[in-house]
């Protein structure tokens, strides 16, 4: 079993944060939850426990099973959380984060739900970029899956879609090209393999001259 008596301890005395849950209530399509709760949730699993781990707690939490991550969480905190996408939204957060930059605050939510799920975004304001976390819970109210989308402004989505645009094109070019190459090949082929039978067969006639 992995120990993560540090990373224990930072989960236990951050747990205060879930005692700070009001009482309101929202209902959709038969499923009822408390958006106060389940914003306690994903502020506990974004501010106080995402933005707060080291690399080396990361690295910890990566090498346990998540069984074991499940279990943490369950007793210790009182989250459900499915552990193989706690790690998930975990690497997706790291790799928001590079570009992103340090968590300035997390600002509005939205909350939408069926008969199964209930689906939670939060805006993200980061210190040079923003995002978007998007956390699924299932009818029993378990974390099943954790994402960090960064957000991108309309002049940047352009440019990103000339760049392909242009690195698609280019691809294309460059394949035509060298098919073209190869069909001018096809026409020497011919040209070298006659010369090369002539000066086989000149060979063999010089040889035959030389043993009469």
Not at 106 to 116: P, R
Not at 127 to 144: C, G, L, P, S, Y
């Amino acid at each position: 079993m992995l120990t993560m008596k540090k990373i224990l301890t930072i989960i236990c005395t951050l747990t205060c944060v879930l005692a700070l849950t009001a009482c309101g209530a929202s209902k959709e399509e038969n499923l009822t939850y408390t958006e106060s709760d389940l914003q306690s949730r994903v502020d506990f699993m974004v501010n106080s426990v995402y933005n707060t781990f080291t690399d080396e707690q990361t690295a910890q939490f990566k090498e346990a099973e998540p069984e074991e991550i499940e279990t943490l969480f369950s007793d210790q905190v009182g989250i459900a959380v499915d552990g193989e996408a706690f790690i998930a939204g975990l690497d997706s957060w790291n790799m928001a984060k590079e570009d992103m930059g340090d968590l300035v605050q997390i600002g509005n939510y939205t909350f939408s739900s069926d008969n199964d799920a209930i689906l939670v975004k939060a805006d993200l304001t980061g210190a040079k970029r923003n995002a978007v976390m998007t956390v699924n819970f299932d009818k029993n109210f378990k974390i099943t899956s954790l994402s960090a989308d960064l957000q991108y402004s309309f002049a940047e989505k352009m440019e990103k879609a000339a760049l392909n645009t242009v690195l698609g094109m280019g691809t294309v070019f460059v394949i035509l090209i060298l098919i073209s190459f190869i069909i001018s090949a096809f026409k020497i082929i011919p040209v070298l393999q006659e010369k090369f039978e002539k000066k086989s067969r000149q060979e063999i006639k010089e040889e035959a001259t030389e043993n009469a």
